[in-house]
Structure formats: C-alpha cells, structure tokens
C-alpha cells in the first residue's frame, strides 16, 4: 500500500543555515509524482515543488531543492539560506499515476520547521 | 495565476444549522477536492470532482454534501454538523488528466469551521 513518512515532527534552523526535510515514500507503482507542501499557521497550503519518478535530475525551485534517491525510495526538501518566512509546517505528498484521473494525494505527517534568528 | 479562493473564512454554527462553504478557481482546472484538516494534521480527502462529476467520496458522512454547479465552483454543504466536525476545510484544484506531474494541487487558504 502507498505510504508517506516524514520522520521528524519538528525542526529548528537558523536563519540563512540549510536545511533538509525527510521524506520516505513506498509504492508499487513504477509511475507516480512526489510533492512538498508548506503550511504557515494561516492554513494555506502552497505548492512548492514537484518530482516525477521518471525524472532523470532533481527538482529545484528557487531556494527549494529536492534530493530524490529513487533506489531508497526518498524524495527530501533541502531549503538554502532558510528565512523567518519559512517557519511552518512542511508536508511530503505522492500520487500515483494510477490515480492520475482522480488526483488523490497521499500525505506525510508533517514536519514543523522553525527558523531562529 | 494560482489562486483559489474560498468563503467563509471563519464559521461557527450550531448542530442544527444549515451553511455553505463555497470554492472558486479560474485556472482552468477540471478536478476540484474538499479536504478536512485537523490541527498539526495532514489534510484528509473528502471529494473529488473530475469534470463536475463527483468521483471520489471518502465514505464522508452524509451531514456533508458536495456540490459542483460549473467547473469553477465547489461548494460544501453543512447540515447537523457535531462538534468533531469542527477543523479547517480546504479546497483545492488541478488539472484533471495528464501525466502525475502536470496534477499539483493548489489550495484555498481554508474555513476554520466550529461547530458548537
């Protein structure tokens, strides 16, 4: 059965440090997407990145990056140069291709990132 | 533009009262979703829509019922609520096919719903 787990309920860093997001994932299905999710404390949930499992290269968006280790079936969010404006709760998510018609998100339990200055 | 948006922002409504939760998207998208969040929780699937047809119910008591009158709405409506009901209520949109990665989903910034 398809299954998210994110390790680690909270975490701190200090600002301008990077940081890395565990996620582990476990599919059967050759064909699937990975997600990263932030919710600050508004309720929000904004996009951030995306990895297809056919991808030959990681993902990167701006200071987001994901290290996608297909083989230990692990897709972490790096964060450079982290900023006060990151504090909030970070969530790992997968679709299935199989469910592509129907769009269905598997969720991690979060991570909760606070950002020290 | 990504932005979904949804009203109320803030609910409280007794156990037998009847409201609304209302969803729009101008992205084009095709397959809209209803989910319930608890605090510190992920998010919990309730509706997809896949071109305004209801595709996926999560078992979701009938207290809740989905509507989707055009491809830019998604309304949630709320009858004989309890209090357990009470949590965040995000909606969310996507394209409706294509390859995993063409589907993020972006989401409403949310209901806090209280049910008293």
């Known amino acids: 059965a398809q299954k998210i787990t994110q390790t680690q309920p909270g975490m701190f860093v200090q600002e301008k440090e990077a940081v890395t997001l565990d996620c582990t994932y476990d599919t059967s299905d050759p064909s699937y997407g990975l997600f990263w999710y932030k919710q600050p404390s508004s309720g929000e949930m904004i996009f951030l990145i995306y990895?297809?499992?056919?991808?030959?290269q990681n993902a990167t968006e701006g200071r987001y990056s994901l290290n996608f280790q297909k083989a230990r079936k692990s897709a972490n969010l790096v964060i450079s140069a982290s900023q006060l404006g990151d504090s909030a709760m970070y969530f790992c998510?997968?679709?299935?291709?199989?469910?592509?018609?129907?769009?269905?998100?598997?969720f991690g339990q979060g991570t909760t990132l606070q950002v020290k200055p | 533009d990504t932005e979904v948006t949804q009203t109320p922002k803030h609910l409280v409504m007794g156990m037998t009262n009847k409201k609304s939760l209302k969803c729009e998207q101008h992205m084009g998208h095709r397959a809209m979703y209803w989910y319930k969040q608890k605090a510190k929780k992920p998010p919990e699937l309730m509706f997809v829509y896949s071109y305004e047809k209801l595709s996926i119910n999560e078992s979701v008591p009938s207290r809740f019922s989905p509507e989707c009158p055009n491809s830019s709405l998604l309304n949630l409506h709320l009858h004989a609520l309890q209090p357990e009901d009470s949590a965040l209520y995000l909606c969310?949109?996507?394209?409706?096919?294509?390859?995993?990665?063409?589907?993020?989903?972006?989401f409403g910034p949310g209901t806090r719903l209280t049910v008293t």
């Open positions: 969310a949109s996507s394209h409706a096919k294509g390859l995993a990665g063409m589907n993020e989903q972006y």
């Open positions: 990895q297809g499992s056919y991808d030959q």
């Open positions: 998510a997968m679709r299935e291709a199989g469910s592509s018609n129907t769009g269905k998100l598997i």
